[in-house]
């Protein structure tokens, strides 16, 4: 089975400025995908950023990106330039890539707060 | 807007009522799931279909009976609740997961917010 661990359970940042949110996870596979999901208060959970862990490359969407260390099997999230609207509950998780298993594995969350 | 859309947004229900949550997704996926979300607790995946069929049940107790007519719809049917059900409960939809193939990214609904009395 997989875990997911988000150790910081809540984070505050001040407009403009930079916060990195970390993720580190237990698995005995080589290939799988790992997401970061944003939740605003509004409760729509909605994808931010997705890696494929055969890729080096680390994933960017605009002012997210990630740090995927795959020895390590750490998956952190850079949010540079927040904004009041990246205010929201971040979640990191893991999806199996092959064979029949497609759960998504969710840690507990980290509440992001930016200040103006 | 997700295209995926959840009803009712919120329900409060005695441990003796019937109701029934409803998910539909307009992506063109023929995967859904459903997703039960506790205060404190991670994300739990109660359900899944593809193509209409279940192919995975995470354990979850009877009073939770799915529904899946069409690969747009998605019922959750629920019946002598549980206090401790009480939670937010998330629909997701992606393409179909095959056998050795990509496993696509799950887009979620808004979320039915439900309480057990």
């Known amino acids: 089975a997989q875990t997911v661990t988000q150790s910081q359970p809540e984070m505050s940042v001040q407009e403009a400025e930079t916060v990195t949110l970390s993720c580190t996870y237990d698995?005995?596979?080589?290939?799988?995908?790992l997401f970061w999901y944003k939740q605003p208060p509004s409760r729509q959970m909605i994808l931010v950023i997705r890696q494929e862990a055969y890729k080096q490359q680390n994933a960017t969407e605009n002012r997210f990106s990630v740090n995927f260390q795959k020895a390590a099997k750490s998956f952190s999230l850079k949010i540079s330039d927040s904004q009041l609207g990246d205010t929201a509950m971040y979640f990191c998780a893991f999806m199996k890539h092959t064979g029949w298993d497609y759960k998504l594995s969710f840690g507990a969350g980290t509440t992001v707060t930016v200040r103006a | 807007e997700t295209g995926v859309t959840q009803t009712p947004r919120h329900l409060v229900m005695g441990m003796t009522n019937k109701k029934s949550l409803k998910c539909e997704q307009h992506?063109?996926?023929?995967?859904m799931y459903w997703y039960k979300q506790s205060a404190k607790k991670p994300l739990e995946l109660m359900f899944v279909?593809?193509?209409?069929?279940?192919?995975e049940n995470n354990s979850v107790p009877s009073r939770f009976s799915p529904e899946c007519p069409n690969s747009s719809h998605l019922f959750l049917h629920l019946h002598t609740l549980q206090p401790e059900d009480s939670a937010l409960y998330l629909c997701?939809?992606?393409?179909?997961?095959?056998?050795?193939?990509?496993?696509?990214?799950?887009?979620f609904g808004p979320g039915t917010r439900l309480l057990v009395l």
């Open positions: 992506l063109g996926h023929n995967a």
């Open positions: 698995t005995s596979e080589n290939n799988y995908y």
């Open positions: 997701a939809s992606s393409e179909a997961a095959d056998r050795g193939g990509v496993r696509e990214t799950q887009y």
């Open positions: 279909y593809n193509f209409k069929e279940q192919t």
